[in-house]
């Protein structure tokens, strides 16, 4: 709930400040297609995730990203795998090489919890994500990226609420 004010307060700003692009930005084109990678912390352990994103416009684009999460807890081993589908628009240009992005859209996982002495739980699992990205580029074609997001999943085999934080890399294909 914290992260969904902290959101919120960064979305009020913004929207109400003038969004003029900022001298030498360099936008997206239409259709561009990159690559993405990348290592998040979560409340469980660490989750993994490679995705592909394409732009619609050269404020928006769309992702598809696949994610690995495991960890050992005491006496127990949880793991969970899933996708991300969402939309991402640029909110803000802070700077022509440094952009700050919201994202949200649907989240789809199987979650397993394995207690080392007694039985196994299975979950399938969905819900909706939400957060922010900051892009940073290091070349035309390379970008770095930190990300914080919160899902609000249906059913609770690992919790309803999860929320990770991490950074990666993008790579785009086609310039």
């Not at 902290?6 to 979305?11: A, G, K, S, W």
């Not at 989750?47 to 999460?69: N, Q, Y």
């Not at 081993?77 to 991300?84: E, F, K």
Request: hydrophobic share 40%; proline share 2%.
């Amino acid at each position: 709930m914290k992260f969904l004010t902290f959101l919120l307060i960064i979305l009020l700003v913004l929207v109400y400040r003038p969004l003029a692009q900022a001298d030498g930005y360099k936008s997206f084109r239409i259709n561009q297609i990159g690559l993405e990678a990348g290592i998040k912390k979560s409340a469980f352990g660490n989750l993994f995730r490679i995705g592909i994103s394409k732009h619609l416009t050269d404020k928006a684009h769309v992702k598809f990203a696949p994610f690995l999460e495991k960890c050992d807890v005491k006496k127990s081993r949880l793991s969970s795998m899933g996708a991300d589908l969402g939309l991402s628009y640029i909110i803000y240009p802070i700077s022509d090489n440094l952009r700050l992005n919201c994202s949200g859209g649907i989240t789809g996982n199987y979650d397993e919890v394995e207690n080392f002495s007694t039985s196994t739980s299975r979950t399938l699992n969905a819900g909706i994500w939400g957060g922010v990205e900051i892009e940073r580029s290091l070349t035309d074609q390379i970008l770095l990226l930190a990300t914080g997001n919160q899902r609000l999943l249906l059913k609770s085999n690992m919790g309803r609420q999860r929320y990770d934080y991490g950074i990666g890399i993008k790579i785009i294909l086609n310039d």
